[in-house]
């Protein structure tokens, strides 16, 4: 199956370095990441998930001054998954865009459905950082 991917993004009237700091939060991720439902903890020093399909635990990019918002999210049965995110700065405000990969396996209309519901967080963290 041929690689394909999706770019969801959101401008945010926002400086970069606002917008990172609050996305590059974990403990934010359940207010605006739909697909978390709600809770995210610190479980020996790594960032463990409790969803419908299992336990995940999500690995983030170092700390960094370009927008690198970037995390491994690994599953129950041990897949790790990248995906790529970057907080850039346009205009007076922010770009957000995440790359939504197809997993293997998927169609196209999965990815794009995947790539709607990653637009939605996208969305409500505009909403959050816009109020």
Known sequence: MPFKSRHASVYI????ADVYA???????LPEWAAGLAGSIELVDGRWVADLAMGRIVVEFAPPNPFGVL???VTDSTGETYYNPMRVVAAGDG???TFSVRRLAGESDADLDHDAELVQADLEALKRILES
Do not use: K
């Open 94 to 96: 922010s770009e957000v």
């Open 70 to 72: 970037d995390h491994w």
């Open 13 to 16: 009237e926002r400086e970069p």
């Open 22 to 28: 609050y996305a590059s939060d974990p403990t934010h």
